[in-house]
């Protein structure tokens, strides 16, 4: 696909950089519970930045899922957030990217991550990333 502006301004490549984006990755240690129980992390400070404008993006992310064997150590998913600081990235791909990489973590049986951002020129954006593991 070729690097090309859009009418609005940002480049294809800026929307796909998602997938060159290195982070953190996120820990995980061993579920002590076979039965299904649902564990919701909120983030309420989250920052990134506009691929397109360069200013600050603020929101709520929310993580909820339901463990496998094994669940998101805490603090390694906070410096995982706190990369977003700098990384300009669309707040679309902000809830598919951590939806992917809680997958790649820890492969839990269901996860919906929730972006939910502060209004920026009166809109809001409210975006929703879901995953069912196969059975």
């Known amino acids: 696909m070729k690097n090309t502006s859009t009418k609005f301004g940002y480049t294809q490549g800026q929307a796909q950089s998602v997938r060159s984006i290195k ?5 995980s ?3 002590q519970y076979k039965r299904d129980y649902t564990i919701v992390i909120e983030h309420p400070e989250f ?8 200013l600050p ?17 805490l603090k390694s998913l906070k410096y995982y957030f706190l990369q977003y ?3 300009g ?5 902000i809830a598919n990217r951590v939806l992917d990489d809680v997958i ?5 049986r269901s996860c919906t991550v929730t972006a939910d951002f502060t209004p920026r020129g009166g809109l809001s954006s409210v975006i929703i990333a879901e995953y069912k593991a196969k059975k």
């Open 47 to 54: 920052t990134s930045v506009c691929p397109k404008t360069g």
């Open 89 to 93: 990235i669309f707040m679309e791909n």
């Open 23 to 27: 982070l953190p990755e996120i820990e």
């Open 57 to 73: 993006d603020f929101g709520t992310v929310t993580i909820e899922y339901v463990p496998g064997k094994l669940c998101l150590e």
């Open 104 to 108: 790649k973590a820890i492969k839990p």
């Open 85 to 87: 600081r700098n990384c």
């Open 29 to 31: 240690w061993e579920n």
